[in-house]
């Protein structure tokens, strides 16, 4: 543009890393944790099984499994300081901007001790991310509804545990519903790592400086609140809400086909998976489970998402395009069912996607050729000039 470089519109980013974590095909719709398939680590797994999986490499033996679990477990309690940083928000703040700050934050109470040189110190750091996650997100849910913090359990799994700091209330135990957390915790499971999607390429570049984990995850969950990335949860739903009732897709169909009009469908289509996301699937089967459960018949929003769905699939815009529901599509409604306010979906989307963070993370600093991340451009500026005074310029 400059006269200098001609700006190849066809310029596509190269790979930007080698990894051995997941692997996803695009084309054929496949996602595999450390060549697991998602759906059967969905089906059988566990999360705390699945992030020993995503960090170690392999699945655990039972004695391995029962001290990682222990080793979380023991660490769901934060810092009592914590809680006046907690304070200091507006009680209207957004809990994704709260859960920023507070992970930030824990860089205050643990950056020094933290050698991330030494393979230990950051297998603990990463076990205190997995474990503080769901504390944190159960911390700025219970601040927005204005309602007093609950404390972890150590007699609770990963996700009845989070169930509880969400829903019990000093006047009344929350009950957890096994089928509930099965599903909290395979919603978990589908979120838990995508190879280099922006979030994680924003975790991966601030550790390549070498800061510390707790202030790069931090950067990740920044990255993750976009519309365009984690948002499109909280925003697909906002999408069905608008939309309302079946009768009126079509009128979205044609905004969201017109080149003019900034609306999109959200929840629909992805910078790689050109073919169903196999999370989609596990997660429409989840939405439908949640909602047997709950004795919700006739969710207006679930009838308008697979009207929605049928009608896209059969349009030629979107089966040219390649634009088919992703994991964020069946999620909102999911999540909604279960009691979490719109606002809560990101942050659900962060505390499970810590895992792959922290395992990509780990992944780039034992690297021993791993060098600090410095992208380049192609420059389309004003060529070179001289400096000329004010009082000569026109
Ligand atoms: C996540 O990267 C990851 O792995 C992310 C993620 C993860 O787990 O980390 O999978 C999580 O972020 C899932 C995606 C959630 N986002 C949304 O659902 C928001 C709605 N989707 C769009 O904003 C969009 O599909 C993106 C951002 C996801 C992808 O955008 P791209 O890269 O532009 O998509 P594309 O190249 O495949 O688009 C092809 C065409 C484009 O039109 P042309 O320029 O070719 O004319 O389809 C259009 C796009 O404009 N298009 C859409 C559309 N998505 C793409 N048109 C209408 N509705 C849509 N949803």
């Known amino acids: 543009k400059s006269g200098h470089f001609t700006y190849d519109p066809g310029f596509t980013s190269t790979a930007s890393c080698e990894s051995d974590i997941t692997y996803i095909d695009g084309e ?6 450390r060549g697991y398939p998602i759906d059967q680590l969905a089906d059988h797994g566990n999360f705390i099984e699945t992030c020993f999986l995503l960090l170690n490499g392999d699945l655990p033996t039972a004695a391995e499994y029962r001290e990682f679990e222990r080793a979380i477990t023991m660490h769901t309690m934060v810092h009592e300081q914590m809680t006046f940083f907690l304070r200091g928000f507006r009680r209207d703040a957004h809990p994704m901007a709260i859960m920023c700050g507070m992970v930030g934050a824990l860089s205050a109470f643990y950056h020094d001790s933290t050698d991330i040189n030494d393979p230990t110190q950051r297998m603990i750091a990463s076990r205190r991310l997995i474990a503080k996650m769901p504390t944190i997100a159960a911390m700025a849910y219970k601040y927005s509804a204005g309602q007093p913090i609950v404390y972890p359990r ?39 790592d995508h190879e280099q999607n922006a979030s994680t390429s924003t975790v991966r570049l601030a550790g390549s400086s070498g800061a510390n984990p707790f202030a790069c995850i931090a950067a990740g969950i920044a990255c993750l609140w ?43 289509g992805h910078r790689v998976y050109k073919n169903y996301d196999p999370r989609a699937r596990v997660m429409q089967q989840t939405c439908h489970e949640v909602l047997n459960v709950l004795g919700i018949k006739d969710d207006p929003m679930l009838d ?32 909604k069912a279960m009691g979490f306010p719109t606002t809560m979906f ?49």
Request: include cysteine.
């Open 154 to 192: 150590n007699d609770l799994d990963y996700a009845e545990n989070f169930l509880h700091m969400c829903f019990s209330v000093p006047a009344e135990q929350y009950k957890v519903d096994p089928i509930l957390a099965r599903a909290m915790d395979r919603i978990f499971i589908l979120h838990a």
């Open 304 to 335: 308008v998402a697979l009207e929605l769905e049928k009608i896209a699939l059969n349009d030629e815009y979107f089966v040219e395009k390649k634009l088919y529901p992703n994991i964020d599509f069946y999620s909102g409604i999911t999540l």
């Open 226 to 268: 976009g519309p365009a990335h984690g948002g499109a949860n909280e925003a697909a739903l906002n999408m069905l809400q608008q939309i309302g009732t079946v009768d009126r897709i079509p009128e979205f169909i044609k905004r969201a086909k017109d080149k003019n009009d900034p609306f999109r469908l959200m929840g629909f």
């Open 346 to 394: 990101t942050v659900l989307f962060a505390l499970a996607r810590t895992v792959g963070w922290v395992a990509q993370w780990n992944e780039m600093i034992e690297d021993p050729g791993q060098r600090i991340g410095r992208p380049r451009q192609l420059y389309t500026g004003a060529p070179r000039r001289d400096y000329v005074d004010v009082g000569k310029r026109k």
């Open 28 to 33: 054929e719709g496949v996602l595999l944790y």
